[in-house]
C-alpha cells in the first residue's frame, strides 16, 4: 500500500515537475544565445602539454587537495604541508613554520594584500610576507578547526568548516559564526564558500547552497528540489543536489559540484549537468572552478572537465589504460578522441586554477600544470 | 639547609623588609601623594615629539603630541611662523616627497591631517585604523601609508583623496614608517613583541620575536618580514643615502631570567640592528656600555656623507653618536656570536660610539639639517629643542617652545616615569616596559627565587587608579608602594627618588590618562553581538537554569566601571611553577590591547582563557557556553 503510495505520490509530483518544467525551462534561444557567446568549435576545445609534480621534483606531498595561482607563485595545499612554486623550486611550510596543520585543504589570495590564507584540518593561516598567522577554534572565533574553504573578499576573510561558516573581519578582528541558529543551514558541515563583492555562497554538505547578499545581510537557500538524493526527477527545475561540495560566483553565475553532478544558476534558470547528458566525466565532482558565465572546469574522480559552454572536454589518463586520453564531446553528443601524449597526474582532480590560458590542477597523485597549446 | 629553602627564607626575608618599607614610609607618601593629585594643575605643554626640515630646509615642523600642533618655525632663528591645530596625540609626521604636503597621524583620533605647506593650513582630514602612529607617502605620489598601532596593521589610502584602498598585515603595535633612499621600499616597525602562529605552552618563556615589515611601495604589497629575533620595542629606521645601510633602533629585554638584579646584568640591552649590503646578514649591535646605557632607543638618523649616525635615547636623555665606519668596520672584522648579535658584548659599543651627548628630558624625534652641521633634538619632556654642532657633539643651543613656564606635578610625575636616570647604571625607567605609557606586551621572571618561577604578565598602566592592591599576587596596597619600595628599591636597585619624584610619579600614573576605546566609542551603540556577550557577562544562570554561584560569576570579580572587585582569587589558573595560585581580579580597561593573559601571560588571547585554560569553570562558568556565544563574550569584553 505504501510502495503504491509512493509511486502515486511521485507520478503526481513527476507530473507537476513536468507542467511547471514546461512553463519556467530556459527558452532554447536563451540557452543558444549564451552558448554563441564563448563557446568554439569542438576541434578548437583547448589542447594541453601536462608537466607533472611529485614528491620527486620537490613537491611537499603527492596528495594536493588544492593549487592557487598567484602570479609567478604557485601555492599547492598538500597532504603534508604547504608548498610554494617559484623560479623553478618548491618551498615547504610546515607546522614548524607556523602552519596550522600539516594537511592543507583549500588556499585562498587576498588579491589587494598578497596574503595567501590557507584552511588546514587544524585550522586557518595566513601566510603574509613569509610570516604564517594562525588562528583555530581555541584561539580565535574560528567555528571549528576543520577548514574545508576560505575566500577573502574585501575586508573579509570567509571561512567554511565542520562546523559551519565564519567570517572574519579583518578591521576589527571580529568574528561572526553562520551556523543553524541564524541561518537557513539544515547541516553545519560546509564544504565550501565563495565570496564577491555582491554574494557570498557557501556550499553544504546536505543543506544545499546558501546565498548572502552583501547589501542587505539576508540568506537565501537553494535546494535540490526534488530532495531525493538517489535520482533526479526535475533536472533543471534547481540545484541538481544537496550534497553540495563547491560553489563559484563568476560574472553574476552561481557554478555548483555535488557528489551527483554539477549546476549552472544565472538567477533565473538552472542548468544541471549530468554523466548521462553532459561530458562529465562523472557525477562525483570535487570541485568546480567557473572561468566566467558560460565556461567552467570541473574536477571530478574521473578526470579533469571543461565545458565551453556547449562542448566539453576530458584530460584524463585513460580509465583503462592508464594512457594520456582526451575526449571531446560536441553539441550533439558525439564524443570524438583528440590525440594526446600527456595528461593530469592523477584521475581524482581536488583543485583547479588558471594561470593565463594555462590551468593547474590539484590531483590525488600529485600536482598538474595544463601548458596551452596553439592549435 | 637546601637551596630551596635559603631561596624561599631569602624571598621571606624580601617581603619582610618591604612590608616593613612599606608601613613606615605609607602613610606619609599616602598623604603627600594624595596632597600633590589635588594640586595637579593640567597644564597644557607642548610635548615636541618628531621635528622635520621643510624641502627646501627655511622651517622647521615640530609635532607637540600634548598640544595637538604643528608648530612651523623659521628654522634659523626658531621663530614661531604659525601654530596648526590637529587631532589629538598626534605621533607620527613625514613630508611628501615634494615637500608640498605635511601629514600629521593623530593617534587619538584615527585619522591623518593632510597639511598645505604654503598655506600652513590643514587641507584635509582623513579616516585611518585605530592609533596611527606613522606615516609615509611613496616616491610617486600615489599611496599614502599609515601605520596603525591597535589595529596591528599598515593602511594604505590614496594619496590623493585619502581613500584607503586596504590594509596590509603589520607587526603587533605598527608605529613607524620609512621610505627607503631609492623609494622602493617602506619598512614599517611595530612597539609589541609578534605572536608566534603555534601555541606551544611556552609562549612566557620563550624570547621575543619582532619584524621589519618591508613594503614593496609601487604594488603595496608585503614582499619581507626581517626577523628581529630577541627583540620587543623596535622604533624608528634610517638610511644611508647610498641605501647601502638601514639602521632600526630597539629594546631587547631579557625578560627570561629575574630581573631582580639589575646590578647582575640588567633588565634590557637597548641595541640596533644594522642591515643592508653594508653588512650583509642584518646584524644587532648594541649601544650601551656599563654604566652609560643608551636606555629606550628611539630615533635615528645618518649623516648624508655617511660619517654619523646618530640615536636619541629618551631614558638616558642623550643622543648617541656612532662613527659609522668604525661601526662597520666593527662588525665586519669581528666574528659574529649566533646569531647574529653582539648583544652581550658591553664592550662592543667602545669601538664605535665615539660621544654620548646630554640633551633635554625624554628626546625622540630628529633632523639633520642640509648641510648636516646641526641636528635637532625634540625632548618630548621639557617642550625644548637641542641644536646640536655635528662638528664638536655638543649642544650649541636649546630653545624653548612656547608654553608653561612652571613644571607641573603631572608633568614632573611624567619625567619620573620615562628617566632612566633612577636606576642602577641608568639602565631603564618606568616607560622601557610601559612603552608610551603602556605595557611591552612580555612576561617577566621578577621574583629571586630561580629562574622561571612566578613568571608574569605585564599590565596596561591606563585606568590603574583605585584598582588596588597591586602585582598580580595583589601584595602591594596602594602605588606608592608599588613604585617606591617595589620599583625603585627592588627593580631600580637604587634609592635616589626623594619625596616629591615619587609621589608626582604616583599622581601621573594615577591620572594616565585612558586612551579611546576602539570597540566601543563613546555614544556608540553596543552591536548586538556585544549586547549578547554583556547579558553573558551579567547573567546569573547558566544555560541548563542552574544558579551561578556568585563567585562563579564574570561580574562578580569584574565588577565596576573599571571590571575589578580587587579581591584576591583562585581561578584556577596556578601553574607547577606559581607558588601561588591566587591572584588579583585584574581591571579590564583595554583589555582587548593587553594579549598576552592570565597572570602568567600564557594565554594567548581572550579565547585561551576560557578553551584552554578554564577546563573546570573555576575562571567563571563558560564551559556551557557554544562557540558564537563566547566569541559575543569576547566581544563584549573587547568594549571595556
Redesign the interface.
Known amino acids: 500500500m505504501k510502495a503504491t503510495g509512493k509511486r502515486i505520490g511521485m507520478a503526481v509530483l513527476l507530473a507537476c515537475g513536468l507542467a511547471v518544467a514546461a512553463q519556467t525551462a530556459p527558452p532554447v534561444a536563451h540557452k543558444a544565445r549564451v552558448a554563441r557567446a564563448t563557446a568554439a568549435a569542438p576541434q578548437a576545445l583547448p589542447r594541453f602539454r601536462f608537466e607533472n609534480f611529485t614528491t620527486a621534483n620537490g613537491l611537499p606531498d603527492n596528495h594536493v587537495y588544492a593549487v592557487l595561482v598567484d602570479g609567478e607563485r604557485i601555492w599547492a595545499g598538500t597532504e603534508n604541508g604547504l608548498g610554494v612554486y617559484e623560479n623553478h623550486a618548491w618551498k615547504t611550510y610546515t607546522t614548524k613554520d607556523g602552519l596550522a596543520h600539516r594537511a592543507v585543504l583549500t588556499l585562498a589570495l587576498d588579491k589587494h594584500t598578497g596574503d595567501v590564507w590557507a584552511g588546514t584540518m587544524g585550522g586557518l593561516s595566513r601566510i603574509s610576507g613569509g610570516r604564517i598567522d594562525t588562528y583555530t577554534q581555541l584561539n580565535s572565533g574560528l567555528s571549528n578547526d576543520v577548514v574545508y574553504g576560505v575566500s577573502v573578499e574585501g575586508e573579509d576573510v570567509w571561512v567554511a568548516t565542520a562546523a559551519g561558516g565564519c567570517r572574519l573581519n579583518l578591521r576589527s578582528g571580529g568574528w561572526t559564526l553562520y551556523n543553524e541558529r541564524n541561518t537557513p543551514m539544515n547541516e553545519i558541515w560546509v564544504y565550501g564558500v565563495s565570496a564577491t563583492a555582491s554574494k557570498v555562497y557557501y556550499a553544504v554538505w546536505g543543506s544545499g547552497v546558501l546565498e548572502y547578499d552583501q547589501k542587505t545581510g539576508r540568506w537565501d537557500k537553494y535546494d535540490d528540489p526534488d530532495g531525493e538524493n538517489e535520482m533526479v526527477l526535475f533536472k533543471d527545475q534547481g540545484l541538481i543536489h544537496e550534497i553540495v561540495t563547491s560553489v563559484g560566483f563568476v560574472d553574476n553565475i552561481l557554478w555548483a559540484a555535488t557528489y551527483f553532478g554539477g549546476s549552472r544558476y544565472d538567477g533565473r534558470y538552472w542548468h544541471n549537468f549530468l554523466t548521462k547528458d553532459s561530458g562529465l566525466p562523472s557525477n562525483f565532482i570535487n570541485t568546480i572552478k567557473g572561468v566566467d558565465a558560460n565556461r567552467a572546469w570541473f574536477g571530478t574522480d574521473k578526470g579533469l572537465a571543461y565545458y565551453d559552454g556547449v562542448n566539453w572536454a576530458v584530460y584524463r589518463p585513460s580509465l583503462t589504460t592508464g594512457k594520456p586520453e582526451m575526449t571531446v564531446r560536441d553539441a550533439k553528443g558525439k564524443v570524438t578522441p583528440v590525440a594526446v601524449t600527456t595528461a593530469p597526474a592523477h584521475n581524482y582532480v581536488l583543485g583547479i586554477d588558471f594561470a593565463g590560458d594555462d590551468v593547474w590542477v590539484a590531483t590525488a597523485k600529485g600536482l598538474s600544470h595544463g601548458i596551452r597549446q596553439k592549435q | 639547609m637546601s637551596g630551596d629553602r635559603q631561596v624561599g627564607l631569602r624571598a621571606g626575608l624580601g617581603v619582610v623588609a618591604l612590608g616593613l618599607v612599606a608601613a613606615v614610609f605609607w602613610p606619609r607618601l599616602a598623604a603627600h601623594a594624595q596632597e600633590r593629585e589635588d594640586k595637579a594643575d593640567g597644564l597644557e605643554y607642548a610635548s615636541p615629539l618628531e621635528v622635520l626640515f621643510s624641502a627646501d630646509g627655511a622651517r622647521l615642523f615640530v609635532l607637540c603630541q600634548q598640544s595637538g600642533e604643528i608648530r612651523v618655525l623659521d628654522a634659523k632663528s626658531y621663530a614661531v611662523i604659525k601654530n596648526i591645530a590637529v587631532g589629538r596625540v598626534p605621533r607620527g609626521i613625514s613630508l611628501s616627497p615634494k615637500g608640498d604636503r605635511l601629514f600629521v597621524a593623530n593617534s587619538w583620533d584615527d585619522t591623518v591631517s593632510v597639511i598645505d605647506t604654503s598655506s600652513l593650513s590643514v587641507v584635509a582630514t582623513w579616516a585611518v ?1 585605530a592609533e596611527p602612529s606613522g606615516v609615509v607617502e611613496d616616491r610617486a605620489g600615489k599611496h599614502l601609508f599609515v601605520a596603525n598601532r591597535i ?1 596591528n ?1 599598515i593602511a594604505v589610502l590614496d594619496a590623493q583623496t585619502g581613500a584607503e ?5 603589520g607587526g603587533r603595535g605598527s608605529s613607524y614608517l620609512t621610505l627607503s633612499p631609492d623609494g622602493s621600499g617602506i619598512y614599517a616597525t611595530h612597539i609589541y613583541p ?1 605572536q ?4 606551544t605552552g611556552l609562549e612566557n618563556r620563550t624570547p621575543p620575536e619582532s ?1 621589519i ?2 613594503i614593496d611601495a609601487a ?1 603595496a ?5 626581517m626577523p628581529l629575533h630577541a627583540i620587543a620595542g623596535v622604533f624608528h629606521v634610517a638610511f644611508s643615502a647610498d641605501g647601502r645601510l638601514g639602521a632600526v633602533a630597539e629594546y631587547h629585554p631579557k625578560n627570561l631570567v629575574p630581573l631582580a638584579h639589575l646590578e647582575h646584568g640588567g633588565a634590557f640591552e637597548d641595541t640596533l640592528t644594522l642591515f643592508g649590503a653594508d653588512v650583509g646578514k642584518p646584524v644587532e649591535v648594541p649601544l650601551d656600555e656599563l654604566e652609560r646605557y643608551a636606555a629606550q632607543p628611539f630615533g635615528v638618523v645618518i649623516s648624508a656623507d655617511k660619517r654619523r649616525m646618530y640615536v636619541s635615547c629618551g631614558g638616558s636623555e642623550m643622543v648617541t653618536v656612532i662613527d659609522v665606519a668604525r661601526l662597520l668596520g666593527f662588525v665586519r672584522t669581528h666574528a659574529r656570536p649566533a646569531p647574529g648579535t653582539f648583544v652581550q658584548d658591553l664592550a662592543a659599543s667602545g669601538n664605535y660610539v665615539v660621544a654620548r651627548i646630554a640633551v633635554g628630558r625624554n628626546p625622540r624625534g630628529m633632523a639633520l639639517s642640509g648641510d648636516g652641521r646641526r641636528l635637532l633634538v625634540a625632548n618630548r619632556l621639557d617642550d625644548t629643542i637641542s641644536a646640536i654642532d655635528t662638528r664638536t657633539n655638543r649642544v650649541a643651543s636649546t630653545m624653548k617652545l612656547e608654553g608653561p613656564k612652571t613644571i607641573s606635578i603631572l608633568r614632573h610625575g611624567e619625567q619620573t616615569f620615562y628617566t632612566a636616570r633612577q636606576s642602577f647604571q641608568g639602565q631603564i625607567g618606568c616607560a622601557t616596559c610601559h612603552i608610551d605609557s603602556t605595557f611591552d606586551g612580555l612576561t617577566w621572571d621578577l621574583e629571586p627565587d630561580g629562574f622561571g618561577r612566578d613568571i608574569v604578565d605585564n599590565k596596561l598602566l591606563e585606568g590603574v587608579k583605585g584598582t588596588q592592591p597591586y602585582k598580580w599576587t595583589g601584595t602591594n596596597p596602594n602605588l606608592p608602594t608599588e613604585c617606591g619600595p617595589r620599583t625603585e628599591k627592588y627593580f631600580w636597585r637604587s634609592e635616589q627618588y626623594d619625596d616629591l619624584a615619587l609621589t608626582d610619579l604616583v599622581v601621573y600614573v594615577r591620572e594616565m590618562p585612558t586612551r579611546p576605546n576602539r ?1 566601543k566609542l563613546a555614544g556608540r551603540e553596543m552591536t548586538p ?1 556585544q549586547e549578547r556577550g554583556k547579558a553573558l557577562f551579567e547573567r546569573t544562570k547558566d544555560k541548563f537554569g542552574q544558579e551561578i554561584l556568585e563567585y562563579n560569576r564574570c561580574s562578580y570579580c569584574h565588577s565596576g566601571a573599571k571590571g575589578t572587585n580587587q579581591k584576591i582569587v583562585d581561578v584556577g589558573t596556578q601553574k607547577a611553577s606559581d607558588n601561588t595560585g591566587k591572584f588579583k581580579a585584574p581591571p579590564l580597561t583595554n583589555i582587548g590591547l593587553t594579549a598576552p593573559y592570565l597572570h602568567d601571560g600564557s594565554a ?2 581572550l ?2 582563557i576560557w ?2 585554560y578554564n577546563p573546570d569553570d573555576q575562571h567563571g562558568r563558560t564551559n556551557d557556553l557554544t ?2 556565544e ?2 559575543d563574550l ?2 563584549y569584553l573587547r568594549t571595556r
Open positions: 585604523g589595529s596593521d584602498e586596504k590594509r596590509l598585515a609578534n608566534g602562529a603555534q601555541r619584524e615589515t618591508v604594488r604589497v608585503v614582499v619581507e618580514r570597540w553581538a594567548r588571547t579565547e585561551e578553551t584552554v562557540k558564537d563566547l566569541n569576547i566581544e
